[in-house]
């Protein structure tokens, strides 16, 4: 079975523009979590979508935002870009939204802003 | 709200010999526990995980962690590293918050394995 996919694998941008990343979650999958990588950093929670439902967000301004589609695959826009914007954006995905619930990350997607 | 320290950021080990990595936890509610790898350029590949049940959980390729809930630590260790181990190591918690799965990632420690 595939595992998590993310598109592009890499992304340069300039500030002020805007991008959108995606991800495909595993088969069956239904719940889809969203994290920035600065680096030397660990990742940050930004989103997680269950059931095409936001369920949680970080504390990131609201120039980030997602959704979920039908076929539980999601897109992460970033609106603005700021030079700190820059990051490896990761996609999981997981069966459940429960803590238990194990997060299967997909290889990323890396972002740079000039 | 939770949080997780991992104190070395880098920790230089020779092939063969026995590692440690540190890493302790802070949260009000009950935590799972994991530990996830890092290769340069990839995604993050769950090493181990702590859920319930025994305290000392194993990975297919050696390594082990043990949950201690007095000291709010759940440390990696591995008796014999080999060159293949080097890479970024994650410690994670994650704990119910406001009805969805939130997961809290340490800053990660780079283990380089020496010839």
């Known amino acids: 079975d595939a595992g998590v996919t993310q598109s592009p694998t890499h992304l340069i941008k300039t500030r002020g523009q805007q991008v959108t990343l995606r991800c495909s979650p595993i088969s069956g999958h239904k719940s889809v979590s969203w994290y920035q990588q600065v680096l030397g950093q660990g990742p940050q929670f930004i989103f997680q979508?269950?059931?095409?439902?936001?369920?949680g967000r970080g504390n990131f301004p609201d120039r980030f935002s997602a959704r979920q589609f039908p076929n539980y695959s999601s897109e992460l826009n970033v609106n603005a870009l700021l030079l700190g914007d820059s990051a490896l954006y990761l996609c999981?995905?997981?069966?459940?939204?429960?803590?238990?619930?194990?997060?299967?990350f997909g290889p990323g997607t890396r972002l740079t802003v000039t | 709200a939770q949080s997780v320290t991992q104190l070395d950021s880098q920790v230089p080990v020779f092939e063969e010999a026995p590692v440690e990595l540190r890493c302790n936890y802070s949260?009000?509610?009950?935590?799972?526990l994991f530990w996830y790898v890092q290769y340069p350029n990839q995604g993050l590949q769950l090493l181990l995980k702590y859920l319930s049940g025994s305290t000392l959980v194993k990975s297919i390729n050696g390594f082990e962690a043990e949950f201690n809930k007095s000291q709010t630590s759940f440390h990696l260790r591995k008796p014999s590293v080999h060159i293949s181990d080097t890479a970024e190591y994650f410690c994670?918690?994650?704990?119910?918050?406001?009805?969805?799965?939130?997961?809290?990632f340490g800053i990660g420690t780079k283990l380089q394995v020496i010839p």
């Open positions: 979508y269950y059931e095409k439902e936001e369920r």
């Open positions: 994670a918690v994650s704990a119910p918050s406001g009805g969805y799965q939130k997961v809290t």
């Open positions: 949260s009000s509610v009950s935590v799972y």
């Open positions: 999981a995905s997981s069966v459940g939204q429960g803590s238990s619930y194990e997060q299967y």
